[in-house]
């Protein structure tokens, strides 16, 4: 089976722009959830999709949101980017909702100057 | 909220030597899991200890769950080059808002051929 795809792999933007990144999961994986990793903060939860439905949702400001479509393909918006929103978001399929094995993309690395 | 502490955050061992992280939640866990994120790479899934008290056992390295489901061990027997990476726990735990996947800060290993 194919891996979880991850794009795109790096961004530069800048702040106050936008950015939206997509995920696709494992083939038969239904629930899709969104990390921000960051040297200092380490693996930070942002949210968890299944059945096109936010499931949980960690502490992150609004400006953090997702989607998930029928195909269990999930992409993530970061609107008014903040220079602190540079880091790598990786995104993680795994077969149920409930917190089963995480399988991770390779990530988006987002600079954002 | 729950939290989840890991220890030590670095860990520079020769080759050969042992090697080992600890995990500690804030709260009971109803499972915990363990990854391995490699330089430049992603994490990847090693583990799920659900039972209290509960021993596994991968090649070189043993893990442990905690008989009050709290904390756990990643011990790793003569370390080798290939064990460079950074070690994460996972703990799921519940909150007021729902169950949680909290990551630990991870461990970062690095071994000296």
């Known amino acids: 089976k194919a891996g979880v795809t991850q794009t795109p792999r790096y961004l530069i933007k800048t702040r106050g722009q936008q950015v939206t990144l997509s995920c696709s999961p494992i083939?038969?994986?239904?629930?899709v959830s969104w990390y921000q990793q960051t040297p200092g903060q380490g693996l930070q939860f942002l949210f968890e999709y299944f059945s096109e439905t936010q499931r949980n949702k960690g502490n992150f400001p609004g400006r953090f949101s997702g989607r998930q479509f029928s195909n269990s393909r999930s992409e993530m918006n970061v609107s008014t980017l903040e220079l602190g929103d540079s880091a790598l978001y990786l995104c993680?399929?795994?077969?149920?909702?409930?917190?089963?094995?995480?399988?991770f993309g390779p990530g988006t690395r987002l600079l954002v100057l | 909220g729950q939290q989840v502490m890991q220890i030590p955050q670095y860990q520079h061992v020769q080759e050969g030597e042992d090697f080992t992280t600890y995990c500690n939640s804030s709260t009971t866990l109803s499972n915990i899991q363990w990854y391995k994120q490699r330089p430049g790479g992603h994490p990847v899934f090693l583990i799920q200890l659900v039972k209290s008290g509960e021993v596994k056992k991968q090649k070189r390295l043993t893990f442990q769950f905690g008989e009050a489901k709290k904390n756990s061990s990643l011990h790793i027997t003569a370390t080798q080059t290939t064990d460079v990476g950074t070690y994460f726990c996972a703990g799921v735990g519940w909150e007021t808002s729902g169950s949680r996947l909290t990551f630990g800060e991870g461990t970062q290993l690095t071994v000296n051929p």
């Open positions: 993680a399929s795994s077969v149920d909702t409930g917190w089963w094995t995480q399988y």
């Open positions: 083939s038969g994986h239904r629930s």
